[in-house]
């Protein structure tokens, strides 16, 4: 059964809100990491993603109790696919550093390149033919540590769909709270006093701020104290080239979108991540 509602817990503030009453401002900002199960006993963990649809799931790694009306069983070896029918597919690391020196490539190719390319693309173009259906679960990209990975989603079948990837200008709406490939280029980086930065990527003069939380200091302390290199660099260097691997959001009160890095390795400017950056200046 799908999940409608959670209950929302911290301290000795306990409240229920229906699915329809959360957006990702609220989630990301107040509920996220308090939210359980609305059945009576049941301390399962409830997740909202703000895709399209919008929708609660379980968390990855909880179980709900016997006999509440959203438990599922996890088959051993298998996936197990919680009420929602989504599953949520963590990238390789492999998969993600291909993505982002593809992404890299394209950006900086030559008009001609790009026409070359094009037609590559269209001689390699067949019609497919189907001879069958399975019926499978939708799949997302998550790159926040609550999927299944793409090596346990392979073995039944299930990969996950392609990364999109998004100059700062090309963001929309249905973006927010979807794991996209950012690309653009740095014109601010803002240190701050947590060994990150408040990194700022334009494109055609739309500006998308660039945040490394508390779960990017948690995933990868030896990226922190690294940002001043990246602060000198831009400095030295015109037109750095960000590409980088993250979750979309809508600051509300500003009109304009941040992009959440949870790890170090999602990221990379001029095809070089924060350690390759700071071996160059050591």
């Not at 999109?164 to 709270?177: C, F, N, Q």
Request: proline share 2%; net charge positive.
């Amino acid at each position: 059964m799908a999940i409608l509602s959670a209950i929302y817990i911290n301290g000795t503030e306990r409240r229920e809100y229906k699915k329809s009453e959360i957006d990702a401002n609220l989630y990301d900002n107040y509920l996220k990491g308090h939210l359980y199960c609305p059945t009576e006993n049941c301390n399962a963990r409830i997740v909202f993603n703000s895709g399209v649809p919008n929708y609660l799931r379980t968390w990855s790694k909880d179980d709900h109790i016997e006999g509440c009306i959203h438990e599922f069983k996890r088959v051993k070896g298998r996936i197990g696919i919680d009420t929602s029918y989504f599953i949520n597919v963590e990238l390789s690391s492999k998969r993600k550093k291909r993505a982002l020196k593809e992404a890299f490539s394209m950006y900086t190719m030559t008009e001609e390149e790009r026409k070359e390319d094009k037609k590559k693309k269209s001689r390699k173009k067949t019609t497919p033919t189907t001879t069958g259906k399975k019926t499978r679960p939708s799949t997302n990209i998550v790159v926040n540590g609550e999927g299944v990975s793409e090596g346990e989603a392979s073995r039944v079948g299930v990969r996950g769909p392609n990364l999109s990837k998004r100059t700062a200008d090309t963001l929309k709406e249905k973006d927010e709270g979807e794991t996209r490939l950012l690309l653009g280029i740095i014109k601010e980086v803002v240190l701050d006093d947590k060994g990150t930065a408040n990194i700022v990527v334009i494109e055609n003069n739309t500006k998308v701020h660039v945040k490394f939380e508390e779960a990017f200091r948690a995933n990868s302390p030896n990226y922190l104290g690294l940002f001043h290199y990246l602060q000198r660099y831009i400095s030295e260097v015109n037109d750095v080239v960000f590409a980088g691997i993250g979750e979309v959001n809508i600051l509300k009160n500003n009109d304009h979108y941040t992009f959440s890095i949870f790890y170090g390795e999602d990221f990379e400017v001029n095809k070089m991540n924060l350690l390759n950056l700071s071996v160059k200046y050591s």
